[in-house]
């Protein structure tokens, strides 16, 4: 199978001791493609520094609304020089996240609303977070006019609509395959097809079977074995249209596998 990993976190030191044996595991393991996301200035510069070294990585640069404080008008214009680097293909990880409140909630919306500009200003398209914090997301980017995918989907069969009449992406990473996980094997059901993407969130959200140990981009394939099952179709189909959506959204080449 031809797969793409639409979310990663390659640059962060969980993969400092063994980056490149990653890299070419994921590449054995039939990707073609992995965006790799920034979420504060430093890991935005590393992700862009690891994609100027492999043919087959892309990069994403923001600030995580965690690290939201962070985001002041020099480092926003330093984002600006970043994603005009040919390999950068979005803004993000970018969003609000309600559940650890690791930033004041109005600088988590302030440095939401300035990146979105940064993304509509480019003309790139945006990685959103959102953890307990769906109302106020998706009433911001019915304000905007762009488009993006909420990564790792949370918020349940109910707000999928929504989601889909933004135009948006969603992106459904390991826990579709843990054993309680009804309502995310419900929207991973229920999304066209034509607008689903897979992701890993590496190093974090390992799916079954190796839950509980580091996440890594090869581990994508059991993401698009849970999807297939929920959509009762097969792994093939799940990869090749995951991997059109990502190359249609983000406008990678992905490599030769």
């Known amino acids: 199978m031809r797969l793409i990993d639409s979310h990663a976190h390659l640059n962060f030191p969980q993969f400092d001791a063994d980056r490149e ?3 070419a595991r994921a590449r054995k393991a039939g990707l073609v493609a992995i965006l790799n996301v920034g979420t504060d200035l430093a890991s935005s510069r590393a992700a862009v520094k690891l994609a100027e070294k492999y043919d087959f990585l892309y990069a994403a640069v923001g600030v995580h ?19 005009r680097h040919p390999k950068v293909v979005a803004i993000g990880e970018i969003g609000l ?5 690791l930033s004041p909630r109005p600088m988590q919306q302030w ?11 480019l003309g790139l398209p945006v990685v959103v977070h959102s ?11 019915q304000g905007w006019d762009g488009v993006g995918v909420l990564h790792s989907y949370s918020a349940g069969p109910e707000r999928l609509e929504e989601v889909l009449e933004l135009g948006f992406y969603i992106g459904i990473s390991g826990p579709v395959t843990f054993p309680k996980a009804n309502r995310l094997r419900a929207v991973a059901a229920t999304v066209p ?17 190796h839950r509980g140990r580091r996440n890594e981009p090869a581990y994508v394939q059991y993401v698009v074995e849970a999807v297939a099952r929920a959509r009762e179709t097969s792994p093939k189909a799940v990869a090749r ?3 059109d959506n990502a190359r249609r959204l983000f406008g990678m080449r992905p490599a030769p596998s």
């Open 65 to 83: 609304p965690h690290d939201a404080r962070t985001l002041t008008p020099t480092v926003l214009d330093e984002l600006r020089r970043l994603a």
């Open 131 to 141: 953890r307990e914090a769906h109302d106020d997301v998706l009433a911001t980017l």
């Open 111 to 121: 440095a939401f609303a300035d990146q979105l500009a940064l993304a509509a200003e």
């Open 241 to 243: 249209a995951t991997a």
């Open 193 to 209: 097809l034509e607008r689903l993407l897979v992701e890993t969130d590496c190093p974090y959200l390992t799916p079954v079977p």
């Open 21 to 23: 044996a990653v890299i």
């Open 97 to 101: 996240d309600y559940y650890r409140d």
